[in-house]
């Protein structure tokens, strides 16, 4: 399952969380700019926060139905190594 699909119904919101300026949020970014309107398109009614704050590491959230919330890091990745990781938080439902 990618990104280009839709999500889980099991997956209640997504948080992204970057900082503006900063060269360890690069890729981040980028993945934003480049996956945000896909994901909207394809998944409508799910959350998806995007929190840009100066200083902030880069990391991703997921909430899952039951409060469930798992997280990955994202500093100083590429904007591919960003997408491959949030692809499997956001596909690996918690068991």
Do not use: W
């Not at 099991?10 to 970014?29: M, N, P």
């Not at 398109?41 to 929190?51: A, E, F, Q, S, T």
């Amino acid at each position: 399952m990618s990104l280009s699909s839709v999500l889980s119904p099991a997956l209640r919101e997504i948080r992204l969380l970057c900082c503006q300026t900063g060269t360890a949020s690069a890729g981040t970014r980028h993945f934003i700019l480049s996956s945000y309107p896909l994901i909207k398109k394809n998944n409508p009614d799910l959350p998806v926060m995007i929190r840009e704050a100066k200083g902030t590491p880069a990391r991703a959230f997921a909430r899952f139905e039951r409060g469930v919330e798992r997280h990955v890091e994202l500093d100083g990745l590429t904007a591919e190594q960003v997408e491959q990781k949030v692809t499997k938080l956001l596909t690996t439902l918690p068991s």
